[in-house]
């Protein structure tokens, strides 16, 4: 087989595998999609119910034209504020495309899942250079769980409250989360480009993207700090 069809092979694959993923991941959406009717109505809920609403209404407050926002869901009084930045951002989208905010919101989950995963294969061709390996290490990123154990004839999983040792769920989770573990993977990314050649440029885009991921999503910015340890360890 020429390099052109191995090349070719080799994005089927991972379009196969990320597609895959990603339809998995909707599979409750479109199941609820389908129960709708005349008398029944699906606001493409995700996650918890709260939180959703709670997304919802930063986006809204975006749509509305507001870059600095405040939480509806507290009678507590506080001057507007520039945070949870991407859902302001989502709300801005949607008013100039006139697409409504759930429709965005779920969009947004759709592309970003798409992108990680996009991206979670790059990460591992920058890493080895063996497609073989990095298909094999994409399907466990894809599809990898947390260990199981079996208690009074049961099955269960541990540490099943951690939605990101759920395959389904983490594939397309909360869109904030996304869009911060694609900036820390991009960053990772060209930040080992930057070990392999030297050119500034790959350091000041691993920097960027990491801002970007850590104030988009703080949370992520411990998984960040422990995969920049990680890398430390192998590249140095």
Not at 107 to 127: D, K, M
Not at 154 to 166: E, G, K, L, N, P
């Amino acid at each position: 087989m020429n390099s052109k069809k191995k090349i070719l092979l080799e994005i089927i694959i991972v379009e196969f595998l990320i597609i895959v993923a990603v339809s998995v991941s909707f599979i409750p959406t479109l199941y609820y999609l389908s129960l709708a009717s005349d008398t029944k109505v699906f606001p493409l809920i995700h996650n918890n119910h709260p939180d959703y609403y709670f997304y919802l209404s930063l986006m809204r407050q975006g749509f509305e034209g507001k870059w600095l926002v405040v939480s509806r869901f507290t009678p507590e009084q506080f001057p507007p504020q520039f945070v949870q930045t991407f859902f302001i951002l989502l709300g801005h989208l949607s008013r100039i495309t006139s697409i409504s905010l759930p429709l965005i919101y779920t969009l947004s989950r759709l592309v970003l899942g798409i992108a990680v995963g996009v991206a979670t294969y790059f990460l591992l061709v920058v890493f080895d250079k063996r497609r073989i390996v990095c298909i094999v290490g994409l399907i466990f990123v894809l599809f990898g769980s947390s260990f199981w154990f079996v208690k009074d004839r049961q099955i269960y999983q541990f540490m099943t409250f951690w939605t990101a040792f759920d395959a389904r769920e983490r594939t397309t989770f909360l869109p904030h989360h996304l869009l911060g573990t694609l900036a820390i993977i991009t960053s990772i990314i060209f930040l080992t480009l930057f070990f392999k050649f030297g050119k500034k440029k790959f350091f000041v885009t691993a920097s960027i993207a990491g801002f970007i991921g850590t104030f988009v999503n703080p949370k992520i910015l411990a998984n960040y700090f422990f995969a920049l340890i990680l890398f430390l360890v192998l590249f140095i």
